[in-house]
């Protein structure tokens, strides 16, 4: 009985200094306990021995009787990589004494397995001499993790350790494989539409799931709203009307071998049976036609059922270069920032901005292949489209015809700031004009900051300028929005600033088609979650516009019309925030933490 207790008290103390030297950075336990190996007791009497006070004691005198003593250990290699770590040793069928414990092997406090097991080579230090020399103890990481560290796994299920917090630890192994749609080494966080660029500190809205090596992912809103254009009836061109803006959008990416990335991307909006073939009521908006040529003026048009079908490969060169190319039908080219519906200083708002065919309406092209180059936080890429842009007939696949060109540089300088300036070349983009072929220029800053307090607060904004040459067009156009989210609470602003033509606000039989309208607007809003269930958002918004038409327009408007809407809004929650961005990249694999 003495030498049993004597062995329980001696695991004891060994245990307890294994435990000691990893809480600071070892996760608790689980409580599944681990098997105690206990040796069969001697029939010869020994004394029991006294613990020693301090951790390196001097090896007792004490000898098992008739026994002979243990092999000495083999010697573990401090630099020796994991796969070098010597096998556990199986307890010899001798008697044993309560000291010696040469075969016994001590498992780390954060093992689950009910057997114990040796940890790698590289991760224990040199067995010293204390009586305990079969003991395999877990070396002491304090002074080089400072930070308990984050643990991603890579595309192949291998641990990498990073610097991160511990809170994202679990969050990185949750997401572990998530990378840009086209490069494994940026933040799935710069994702814009298209091939754009949003700042890496944006957060994402959207659902996510792992199947097997694809990622796959959904993002969108619906939006159930009452829009009243020129509330006051100050001018004769307002209307009313509630509607259902709307878009869904579904992704899927997954590694290709060492270096590859394959996306694949599918965007539909049901707006043709939601809001009729008219589109809903904006003031002074124009482009596109419907009913068989007509003009469509003070309304937004609706898009297409299908606003993407793209694939797009990437092949990584290193770290810091990358190839791609993507092809769509239809799809985006490389003019503008991120369109308005993806843009998250936009997200709270369901209007198009009226500079949209100034800067961002190439969005649906049927038929674009573009090229693409990044190096570090620079990219170039050029693109091959069809210039026209979509018919009226929302649910068919016009001809792709490969007539028009653009080509964008993208910068990214900080995580907080993504810059572009782009130019295409139209041919034909209006049926109504077939002869007009168009240039158009855009330059924008995009910048996105997570504030304190949760994932849920952050301040985004834009700054878009867009300009249309070529022919008898000569217009400008500029956007600033803004977006202050406060968890469940938000409050936006837009500001606009557009030039039109006669032709385009359907008044050419009133003015000469060289006249140029200048056109303001500035709306405000805010908006309130409501519920929050299965990780989707239902959230109540009101906003407001004040425009300032130019003078010869006032008769037409009024001096100073105002519109408002009310709407509620579905969509997915929450998915990255992008606060304390920090990348990494585990074996081929690339991990985005926040």
Do not use: C
Not at 46 to 72: G, H, N, Y
Not at 108 to 129: G, L
Not at 358 to 368: K, N, R
Not at 443 to 450: D, E, G, M
């Amino acid at each position: 009985m003495k030498r049993i207790f004597s062995l329980l008290i001696a695991l004891s103390l060994g245990f307890g200094a294994a435990k000691a030297q990893h809480e600071h950075h070892t996760p608790p336990p689980a409580k599944k306990e681990t098997k105690k190996v206990v040796a069969p007791a001697p029939k010869k009497k020994t004394v029991a021995p006294t613990p020693a006070a301090k951790p390196k004691a001097k090896p007792s005198k004490l000898q098992p009787i008739k026994d002979k003593p243990a092999p000495p250990p083999a010697k573990v290699n401090q630099k020796s990589k994991p796969s070098a770590a010597p096998k556990t040793q199986t307890a010899p069928k001798t008697k044993t004494t309560a000291q010696d414990h040469s075969q016994h092997v001590m498992p780390a406090d954060s093992v689950t397995h009910q057997e114990p097991k040796i940890m790698p080579a590289d991760s224990v230090k040199k067995v010293q001499p204390s009586g305990h020399e079969g003991h395999v103890m877990p070396q002491d990481t304090a002074k080089k993790h400072q930070h308990h560290p984050g643990m991603n796994m890579n595309h192949d299920g291998a641990m990498a350790d990073t610097t991160a917090p511990h809170s994202a630890m679990n969050h990185s192994m949750e997401m572990g494989g998530m990378s840009h749609a086209f490069s494994r080494n940026l933040p799935m966080n710069r994702n814009g539409s298209g091939s754009s660029w949003h700042p890496d500190a944006t957060p994402m809205y959207g659902y996510m799931k792992h199947a097997g090596p694809w990622m796959l992912m959904f993002h969108g809103q619906l939006w159930l709203r009452y829009n009243r254009q020129d509330i006051f009836d100050k001018g004769s061109r307002g209307a009313s009307q509630l509607d259902a803006p709307n878009w869904f959008m579904g992704m899927a990416q997954r590694e290709v071998g060492k270096r590859g990335l394959l996306r694949l991307s599918v965007m539909m909006s049901l707006d043709d049976l939601t809001m009729g073939d008219r589109g809903y009521p904006l003031l002074f908006q124009s482009g596109e036609t419907y009913g068989g040529g007509k003009r469509l003026v003070d309304r937004q048009h609706p898009h297409d059922l299908f606003s993407e079908i793209s694939i797009g490969y990437t092949h990584m060169v290193n770290e810091d270069v990358d190839v791609y190319g993507f092809v769509g039908y239809p799809a985006e080219p490389v003019i503008g920032p991120p369109v308005f519906m993806h843009r998250i200083s936009a997200f709270n708002n369901p209007e198009s901005p009226l500079g949209h065919h100034w800067q961002d309406a190439t969005h649906i092209t049927f038929g674009v292949a573009t090229l693409g180059f990044r190096y570090k936080d620079f990219k170039i890429e050029g693109s091959n489209f069809i210039g026209r842009e979509p018919d009226e007939n929302r649910y068919d696949f016009d001809n792709p015809r490969f007539d028009s060109y653009a080509a964008r540089l993208s910068y990214n300088p900080t995580e907080n700031w993504a810059l572009q300036v782009s130019r295409g070349w139209l041919k034909s983009p209006e049926p109504l004009e077939p002869d007009e072929n168009v240039v158009r220029t855009t330059a924008s800053a995009l910048y996105s900051r997570a504030l304190a307090g949760g994932e849920g607060r952050f301040f985004t904004s834009a700054l878009i300028w867009g300009y249309n040459g070529g022919g008898h067009h000569q217009e400008h156009s500029a956007i600033a929005e803004a977006n202050l989210q406060m968890n469940k609470t938000a409050v936006y602003s837009r500001y606009e600033y557009v030039q039109k033509t006669p032709g385009e606000l359907d008044l050419s039989d009133q003015f000469d088609h060289h006249e140029i309208f200048d056109v303001h607007a500035i709306t405000l809003g805010t908006s309130q979650r409501v519920a929050n269930f299965a990780n989707t958002y239902l959230t109540l918004g009101v906003q407001a516009t004040v425009f300032a038409p130019d003078k010869l327009l006032k008769p037409l408007y009024g001096k100073t019309p105002v519109s408002g809407e009310i709407y509620l809004r579905l969509n997915p929650g929450l998915m990255m925030s992008g606060g304390n961005s920090k990348k990494t990249t585990a074996g081929n694999g690339m991990q985005y933490q926040h």
